[in-house]
T-cell receptor, first 114, second 114 residues
Framework: GENVEQHPSTLSVQEGDSAVIKCTYS??????FPWYKQELGKRPQLIID?????GEKKDQRIAVTLNKTAKHFSLHITETQPEDSAVYFC?????????????FGTGTRLTVIP | KAGVTQTPRYLIKTRGQQVTLSCSPI?????VSWYQQTPGQGLQFLFE???????NKGNFPGRFSGRQFSNSRSEMNVSTLELGDSALYLC?????????????FGPGTRLTVL
């Protein structure tokens, strides 16, 4: 099955700086890569996703890049704010196969220092 | 649209007992997936139900089971509880159409086994 590795496990940045979280996956058939943000005591929420037919996707201060050849994808947060502090999870799966399970990375705890 | 709901939110049980958790998906969503979240193991896939059928299953023992009703509501059952079953149990619903894997999580049920 798919194996997703995520680094770093913790990340502290100053407010206004950028944060980068990296994930690798093992199954070349994976074609859908969502990122979830989980604030303390709350549910994971989808913040951005990317499919294998594109290399980059942006949504305001958040961007995700995908390198299919190297089997890695990254989350970039620019101009970080204290409310960005949370645990971020990457995930990978095959879309359109009837298998609807996400394989998650182990999470990155991001702390934005005011 | 109302989001994914889960009941109960908190449960305390003792070893050997069994427990049933409930998940109501977003209206119109036909797929419900269940995940176990623990500090040590992160988010792990339990199983997925689609149109009342288990479509996919993770690597959990047979003590973990589930079902889905005709209105897409899903239940998860854990029998003969063990201390290691203490976790946050999350369900996620998705439409399961062409872009099948956009999953939306419920708030979770926090199970404590004493």
């Amino acid at each position: 099955g798919e194996n997703v590795e995520q680094h770093p496990s913790t990340l502290s940045v100053q407010e206004g700086d950028s944060a980068v979280i990296k994930c690798t996956y093992s199954d070349s058939a994976s074609n859908y890569f969502p990122w979830y943000k989980q604030e303390l005591g709350k549910r994971p929420q989808l913040i951005i996703d990317i499919r294998s037919n594109v290399g980059e996707k942006k949504d305001q201060r958040i961007a995700v890049t995908l390198n299919k050849t190297a089997k890695h994808f990254s989350l970039h947060i620019t101009e970080t704010q204290p409310e960005d502090s949370a645990v971020y999870f990457c995930a990978a799966t095959q879309e359109g196969t009837g298998a609807n399970n996400l394989f998650f990375g182990t999470g990155t705890r991001l702390t934005v220092i005011p | 649209k109302a989001g994914v709901t889960q009941t109960p939110r908190y449960l305390i049980k003792t070893r050997g007992q069994q427990v049933t958790l409930s998940c109501s998906p977003i209206s119109g969503h036909r797929s419900v997936s269940w995940y176990q979240q623990t500090p040590g193991q992160g988010l792990q896939f339990l199983f997925e139900y689609f149109s009342e059928t288990q479509r996919n299953k993770g690597n959990f023992p047979g003590r973990f089971s589930g079902r889905q009703f005709s209105n897409s509501r899903s239940e998860m059952n854990v029998s003969t509880l063990e201390l290691g079953d203490s976790a946050l149990y999350l369900c996620a619903s998705s439409f399961s159409g062409t872009r099948s894997n956009e999953q939306f999580f419920g708030p979770g049920t926090r199970l404590t086994v004493l």
